[in-house]
């Protein structure tokens, strides 16, 4: 059983900066972030694997960097030049090393106004 605990987000103006940090128990693969606008389907922001690579949304290349330190199963997402429509409830997620199964976090909430 993994269990994710997400911290971060909230409101900010447009162009400015949060930094979503995600932690997780147990043996890990992949880890990454997800988000729903209203009124959207879940849509990948980013993911990294255990070994680093990375991949992004088209929509937040440049913008966003996601790492993660694996000696505490913690990624962190840091989110720049933040726009109204990056808005949404963002998930975090893990896979898990001995199942695969993925495991998402409670979500939190990102408001960026205009």
């Known amino acids: 059983q993994v269990q994710l605990v997400e911290s971060g987000g909230g409101l900010v103006q447009a162009g400015g900066s949060l930094r979503l940090s995600c932690t997780a128990s147990?043996?890990?693969?992949?880890m990454g972030w997800y988000r729903q606008g209203p009124g959207k389907q879940r849509e990948l922001v980013a993911t990294?694997?255990?070994?680093?690579?990375?991949n992004y949304a088209d929509s937040v290349k440049g913008r966003f960097t996601i790492s993660r330190d694996n000696a505490v199963n913690t990624v962190l997402l840091q989110m720049n030049s933040l726009k109204p429509e990056d808005t949404g409830v963002y998930y975090c997620?893990?896979?898990?090393?001995?199942?695969?199964?993925?495991?998402w976090g409670q979500g939190t909430q990102v408001t960026v106004s205009s």
């Open positions: 990294v694997t255990r070994g680093g690579t990375t």
């Open positions: 997620y893990a896979e898990s090393a001995i199942s695969g199964r993925a495991y």
């Open positions: 147990g043996r890990i693969n992949g």
